[in-house]
């Protein structure tokens, strides 16, 4: 889509009765509280089944969310699984935010109603290229190797000889 094309499309308005599928507000023309998200390579803006309130948090936080539940967590399939999809670069999420063509691979700009203003889907300390396989490659010091721990190695270097 060229930036003429771009700037002649004309963004949707809600449907009626919609609401949001996490804080189950109206989302409506009066409260502003609409978005849309366009996909990648389609560029097919679809609306958001979430209120803009709830995107814009998914924006701020996925990708810390994302750090520290690696650094965290206790289960090595949650850490496996996690470091296998990578850290994230764009906003997602399957149920408020589908992307139904198979050819899609991510979302890339957001618009909201409330300003009428297009903005990137890149998530806030989001990094890419270099940046991001030298952050993943840091996050693989959380897995534990053959079923044992740091502190394994560290308990057996003090235990006394017998």
């Known amino acids: 889509m060229s930036s003429q094309e771009e700037c002649l499309y004309e963004h949707g308005k809600p449907a009626m009765d919609m609401c949001c599928l996490v804080t189950y507000e109206d989302i409506t023309d009066e409260d502003k509280n609409y978005a849309e998200y366009q996909c990648y390579p389609s560029m097919k803006w679809k609306p958001a089944l979430f209120e803009m309130c709830v995107v814009q948090q998914m924006l701020d936080d996925q990708f810390h969310r994302y750090v520290e539940r690696v650094k965290k967590t206790d289960c090595q399939a949650e850490l496996r ?10 906003v997602s999420d399957k149920h408020g935010l589908p992307m139904d063509d198979d050819d899609d691979t991510h979302i890339i700009k957001l618009w909201y109603a409330s300003d009428g203003e297009e ?4 998530l806030d300390g989001a990094v890419e290229g270099v940046e991001r396989e030298e952050l ?10 053959e079923g044992k721990e740091a502190e394994d190695d560290e308990d057996a270097d003090k235990k006394p000889a017998t």
Do not use: D, M, N, T
Request: proline share 8%; glycine share 4%; charged share 25%.
């Open 119 to 122: 903005r990137s889907a890149k």
């Open 136 to 145: 993943l490659e840091s996050l693989k010091q959380f897995i534990i190797v």
């Open 81 to 90: 699984r996690l470091l296998k999809a990578g850290p994230p670069i764009y």
